[in-house]
């Protein structure tokens, strides 16, 4: 593969950046080791990541198929769902009245910035021959802030939906109970995301195609155990990594109140998918069936790693400037990038960890790529909404990228 990528070298830029695409494409399916991982995957990476399902201006219609369960005695079966649940229905807001939507924002005031500028290392774009003036660079974090915040919803949609399915198929009475408010938490989260893109920052980028073969695949799978898998700890997990990193970055009060009350919403989700995983995935799998997971666990970890490489951005202002692999450089070595990736798995991995799916045996498969780092941490049953935020408000940005 080096060889190849050295010859690909040579080629006239566009031709380079075409094949860089499918490359990466090849490398990360070179990741897949297990055959029904790969069975799970292979469809939706191929409407998402060739096809570009998610690019093509129309709805997509995705087949569902899943097992609703129903049960006509309602027992009171899981005390901390139902715990769970009454925190759920104490912490509900109204997105339209609540959030301070008076605050005029500017996304290019260099004064009150959405997201700051050391965010991205504009001395490697330097080096790259690219020099931005301060309005371009306020312009371009503008794009950047949009792309992050674009991709938030297009997530939450995905969550929506998923929560949803998850509400149907869980076994859990108490789970039903609690499912249900998060459902409409769901729904406040996209309303309240599209209105600040819509009306604050006035701009919308289309779903990112790692982004976009995730959520294929858990709408069409048809195992409950998969759903919760994938929404409530791999998507909801690393979103509140993302969350909780942007409250921390930006300065901007509409924007950092919105988060600070999605935050606390995701936290309740995440605890949600572990309770119900736990015992599932300790104890009611088989061996293979276990393995699957934890496989399937690490391939979109990968995935959702690759989601935040923004190319997007890169089309709408390098395309043409830039080779697809300078600005993979680029993303991967800012300052805001490594951080969003650092607080994301930092929030995944002891998840994982807690229901089952870290064992001895993918531990080298999470060092190799070196998120082994987080193994340790917190799981989302130990912490509550509250104390993240007091957590996230303990550190100031500027430390942050100083450590």
């Known amino acids: 593969m080096f060889e190849l990528r050295r010859i690909v070298n040579i080629l006239p830029l566009k031709v380079r950046n075409q094949v860089d695409a499918?490359?990466?494409?090849?490398?990360?399916?070179?990741?897949?080791?297990?055959?029904?991982?790969?069975?799970?995957?292979?469809?939706?990476?191929?409407?998402?990541?060739?096809?570009?399902?998610?690019?093509?201006?129309?709805?997509?219609?995705?087949?569902?198929?899943?097992?609703?369960?129903?049960?006509?005695?309602?027992?009171?079966?899981?005390?901390?769902?139902?715990?769970?649940?009454?925190?759920?229905?104490?912490?509900?807001?109204?997105?339209?009245?609540?959030?301070?939507?008076?605050?005029?924002?500017?996304?290019?005031?260099?004064?009150?910035?959405?997201?700051?500028?050391?965010?991205?290392?504009?001395?490697?774009?330097?080096?790259?021959?690219?020099?931005?003036?301060?309005?371009?660079?306020?312009?371009?974090?503008?794009?950047?802030?949009?792309?992050?915040?674009?991709?938030?919803?297009?997530?939450?949609?995905?969550?929506?939906?998923?929560?949803?399915?998850?509400?149907?198929?869980?076994?859990?009475?108490?789970?039903?109970?609690?499912?249900?408010?998060?459902?409409?938490?769901?729904?406040?989260?996209?309303?309240?995301?599209?209105?600040?893109l819509d009306t604050k920052l006035e701009k919308l980028y289309q779903i990112n195609d790692n982004l976009f073969v995730i959520i294929d695949a858990l709408m069409e799978d048809s195992r409950w155990d998969m759903k919760f898998l994938g929404m409530q700890i791999m998507v909801e997990g690393l979103a509140l990594g993302a969350f909780g990193t942007l409250y921390q970055l930006t300065h901007e009060p509409l924007l950092k109140e919105l988060l600070k009350m999605v935050i606390q919403d995701e936290a309740r989700h995440v605890h949600y998918g572990v309770l119900a995983l736990r015992e599932h995935i300790r104890h009611h799998l088989t061996e293979r069936e276990r393995r699957e997971r934890e496989d399937w666990a690490f391939e979109v970890a990968l995935l959702m790693r690759n989601r935040f490489m923004s190319y997007e951005v890169y089309e709408e202002w390098f395309e043409g400037t830039l080779s697809r692999e300078q600005w993979r450089h680029l993303v991967v070595t800012s300052p805001g990038f490594e951080l969003f990736r650092q607080v994301m798995f930092r929030r995944l991995v002891p998840n994982l960890r807690e229901i089952g799916l870290l064992t001895p045996r993918i531990q080298s498969a999470y060092e190799r790529v070196g998120l082994m780092k987080y193994f340790n941490g917190q799981a989302a049953d130990q912490l509550t909404g509250d104390q993240l935020i007091a957590d996230l408000d303990a550190h100031a940005a500027s430390e942050m990228f100083a450590a």
């Not at 997105?95 to 965010?119: C, H, K, R, S």
């Not at 309005?135 to 503008?142: I, L, Q, S, T, V």
């Open 22 to 196: 499918y490359l990466e494409m090849i490398d990360l399916a070179r990741e897949v080791k297990n055959p029904r991982v790969m069975m799970a995957l292979g469809p939706a990476g191929v409407r998402g990541l060739l096809l570009k399902r998610g690019k093509q201006g129309r709805p997509t219609k995705f087949p569902s198929s899943h097992r609703a369960y129903f049960d006509w005695s309602y027992p009171a079966d899981h005390p901390e769902m139902a715990e769970l649940y009454e925190r759920a229905k104490g912490g509900q807001w109204d997105g339209a009245t609540y959030l301070p939507w008076n605050i005029d924002v500017d996304p290019q005031n260099p004064e009150v910035p959405i997201m700051p500028e050391q965010f991205l290392s504009f001395d490697q774009l330097e080096q790259y021959g690219v020099k931005l003036n301060q309005r371009e660079r306020c312009a371009f974090m503008h794009s950047m802030a949009a792309w992050m915040l674009s991709q938030f919803l297009h997530g939450e949609q995905g969550a929506l939906m998923a929560a949803a399915q998850v509400t149907e198929a869980v076994q859990f009475f108490d789970g039903k109970l609690y499912g249900a408010t998060q459902v409409v938490d769901e729904g406040r989260h996209v309303e309240v995301f599209h209105r600040y």
